[in-house]
């Protein structure tokens, strides 16, 4: 849903971008304009920040989906205060639309990215980095009566793992000893 928010929002800035680039119009009290976004863009920068690492460290993804949103905000922010700061003292109208333009773009490239990771989530997509960690576990903590392990799957819960796997011990075990 953030993901898809992102696509939407970045597509509206596209069109609205475009009309303006057609039917231009006298941008009003820019600097003040420019210290309530810049106010913005730190607030967003931290949040995002604090969301991604929390969502990281916790395995959420729809934590680290929103971190990712604040940081696009925060980005597209950035650009539009250059934008706003060009505009200020050239007094060059367009540029607003071209900036738009140019930061719907990364909008909408972020919200893609979203959108790949949270439908890679739902369909079980093979994450390698999360699998070479567990092979990396597993062999530090291997056993010596462990002959073979096979057809491991690491199956993601929101935060909790489940770990499927085939272990073959020596023939000789009872089920008590395996």
């Known amino acids: 849903v953030e993901g898809t928010m992102i696509l939407i929002a970045g597509l509206l800035i596209l069109y609205t971008a475009f009309i303006h680039l057609l039917h231009p119009s006298q941008l009003n009290k820019v600097d003040t304009g420019m210290l309530l976004i810049g106010v913005t863009a730190v607030l967003n920068f931290v949040a995002g920040t604090i969301c991604i690492k929390t969502g990281t460290k916790n395995n959420s993804l729809a934590l680290v ?3 990712k949103h604040l940081l696009s905000d ?4 950035v650009g539009i205060l250059i934008g706003l700061g060009l ?5 060059i109208q367009w540029i607003d639309s071209a900036v738009a333009i140019l930061f719907s773009f990364v909008i909408l490239y972020t919200g893609y990215k979203i959108v790949r990771t949270s439908v890679g989530g739902i369909m079980d997509e093979s994450d390698r980095t999360l ?3 567990m092979v990396t576990l597993l062999n530090g903590n291997r056993r010596e009566n462990w002959m ?12 909790t793992l489940h770990l499927d796997a085939h272990l073959t011990v020596p023939w000789y075990f009872n089920v008590h000893e395996a």
């Open 74 to 77: 925060t980005y597209s922010t």
């Open 65 to 67: 989906a929103s971190g």
């Open 148 to 159: 073979d392990l096979h057809n491991l799957r690491i199956i993601k819960y929101g935060s």
């Open 131 to 133: 699998l070479k960690k």
């Open 87 to 91: 505009i200020y003292f050239t007094n």
